[in-house]
């Protein structure tokens, strides 16, 4: 059957994965791709937009929509590139630092919880190992 191959069991555990990190995170007042993009900006040197597309693999529209409810709370503010003005440089505000540390401390509790669940299996460095071959870009 089809709902038993790996493409729909890995689909169904992201779902669940994304829910319980956005209930997670409620009381932070981010949810799961919010804390991921504030991460991959205080990651880089103060990154532009796209330097935002390729760490994440998701494309600019996506990434400005993002962006635009972490401007408007303050948690992100931009400035022009020095080298070009049209490009915009991303830094987290102190609030987004701070948020971060909060979404990050959340992220490593359910880190903790999901490898305590597959130690029992002895599978948690084989499942990480082929967890970072599917994530690398094509």
């Not at 693999?57 to 972490?70: C, F, Q």
């Not at 440089?89 to 990050?104: E, I, P, S, V, W």
């Amino acid at each position: 059957m089809i709902e038993d191959s790996l493409f729909p069991l890995l689909l169904r555990l992201t779902r669940r994965l994304c829910r319980d990190l956005n209930s997670n995170l409620r009381d932070v007042g981010l949810t799961g791709e919010q804390a991921v993009m504030l991460d991959a900006i205080e990651r880089g040197p103060a990154p532009k937009v796209t330097d935002l597309c390729h760490v994440l693999s998701i494309d600019a529209s996506t990434v400005s929509a993002n962006l635009k409810p972490l401007m408007a709370r303050s948690l992100v503010k931009s400035t022009a590139d020095c080298a070009d003005a049209r490009a915009r440089r991303l830094y987290l505000t102190h609030d987004g630092q701070r948020r971060l540390a909060f979404a990050q401390q959340v992220l490593r509790e359910l880190d903790l919880e999901i490898t305590e669940k597959l130690k029992n299996c002895g599978v948690v460095d084989d499942l990480t190992s082929a967890l970072r071959v599917l994530s690398q870009p094509p």
